[in-house]
């Protein structure tokens, strides 16, 4: 039985942080991310249980903070009606925000036709491409008839939890049609989110999302995955060199069931499908990996115990 | 009539009414449309898919010159130098804009962020002519960032939209549906509310 692994950031200076990757790989446990800005450095890691002390204690050593951050490991679509100046950047870029300081990688979609409330429409494609994520946050607006009586058909064909944000506060989740939940306070601003009563909002919202995902964790671990996320991008790491080619932020994104990797499909799929483990089996014995929606990326959904009638 | 002396935001429910003037003052300040705007009402029906807005513009604005918002001296008689020492930084780009039409890029020397040194045959004639120089006017970009605003001020989906502007009045109106007539006189009517503290 592999060790309990829990997902953590560290944020220090860039002198000496070596130490820490090391020390990890050494315990066993996994780099997610790492994020260098100018001397400072952000790496968000999953660390075993028990060894948690040792990197914190390092971690003091090097005049670093190392806080819990549980959203590591999952990709959230934070969506919003449209690409226009009416949604973004504000509030809707605020929440993105808050999602990643929880350790969350996350991706803003804007719908083509979702503005509006008889004309709002959103695409067979767009739905897929947001089934790919684990979690989604959509942003429904200042006003309660509009997030109740409208906007949720933006809703329909979305299969994974559906976090619905808006204005009032006095919406009930059962109020919106098909959305997992509904967290007020979070409106259509038109500046940068900073008062007290916003960010508080936003504070609220992040509990609230890290209990769907810890629920979502509970769920996946009465049937657990037949490899760990995290290990399959290790493998990915080892195998395919070219991965350090790429210049996105998160080359392998990790999510709750699977990874996108960031690599052309039609070249690379069949390298991923390969991909060797110790225990003698491949990737594709206990994943599906598709062409995603997103660019022309690879996306890796794997398969559970059950299905798969082991775990690597 | 005071800057933004009513300022009005109507709505259903009234809290939704308040989030709502928020992102209109927003937009306001954003489009530095302040000190031009002397009352404002709107009135958002979610329910009807309607949005109603009516301005009552302050008198013009006066146009800025070079002297309201930098001080032109002779720095240097023998070489022939006037220097522009910038105080409102916030129409630098139109001054240069304009400078380098005249002079040529080359012949602007910027020593730093706030500073503008030309030479000129006859300094004191030159003198006269850059500090009555008009750099921006304000009343010519006006009547854009109105209806920028209204624009930005708007639910995204209404677009069906009615604007008409008589001297110091703006009135406009949008929707997702066909505009009906009584909804165009609604916010006339609007505009004549406004009118009427005068």
Known sequence: MAAILEPYIYEGGVHQHTLITELLEDLGGYLIQKV?????????????????????????????????APLTGTEI????????????????????????????NTNMIGLARGMGR???????????????????????????????????????????????????????????ENADLYVGGVGRVAHRMRKSGELSALDILLENVVKVVEKMREDLAKDPLAVLPARVM??????????FDVFSPAP????????????????????????????????SDMADVTLSKM??????KIKRESEVGFTA | MEALETFVVES??????????????????????????????????PEESLYLMAVILRGSQPRVKVSDMASVDISNHLKKEITISVEQEKYLPELLEKLWAKY????VYQPERKTLIMTAQDVDAEKKFLADMVVADPQSTLQSRLVEMAIRATPEGFRVRYHSMDGHRFVFAASEDILKPEWIQEARDLAEELMEGE
Do not use: W
């Open chain 1, 252 to 283: 392998v994104t990790l999510q709750l069931d699977g990874l996108r990797v960031k690599l052309p499909y039609e070249e690379f799929h069949e390298k991923v499908e390969n991909l060797e483990f110790d225990e003698g089996v491949r990737l």
């Open chain 1, 118 to 176: 008889r004309v709002s429409l959103s695409d067979n494609y767009e739905r897929k491409l947001i089934n790919e994520h684990d979690l989604a946050v959509f942003s429904f607006g200042t006003f309660s008839d509009c997030i109740k009586n409208k906007k949720p058909k933006l809703l329909e064909g979305v299969t994974i939890p559906k976090i619905v944000t808006g204005g009032p506060l006095d919406v009930k989740t059962e109020d919106v």
């Open chain 2, 12 to 45: 259903p429910v009234q809290s939704e009414g308040d989030a709502y003037k928020s992102i209109v003052a927003d937009i306001i300040t954003e489009l530095v449309l302040g000190g031009s705007i002397g009352r404002i009402k709107v009135i958002v029906r």
């Open chain 1, 295 to 300: 660019k022309n990326y690879i996306l890796i």
């Open chain 2, 104 to 107: 040529g890029r080359a012949k």
């Open chain 1, 77 to 104: 679509a934070v969506v919003s009606p449209t690409l226009a100046s009416h949604h973004l950047p504000h509030s809707a870029c605020d929440v993105a925000e808050f999602m990643r300081r929880g350790g969350a």
């Open chain 1, 36 to 68: 260098p800005a100018a001397t400072e450095v952000t790496l968000v890691m999953l660390i075993p249980r028990d060894d948690v002390h040792l990197i914190e204690a390092l971690g003091t050593k090097l005049l670093g903070k190392l806080t819990r």
């Open chain 1, 234 to 243: 290790k493998e990915i790491h080892e195998q395919i060199p070219e991965i």
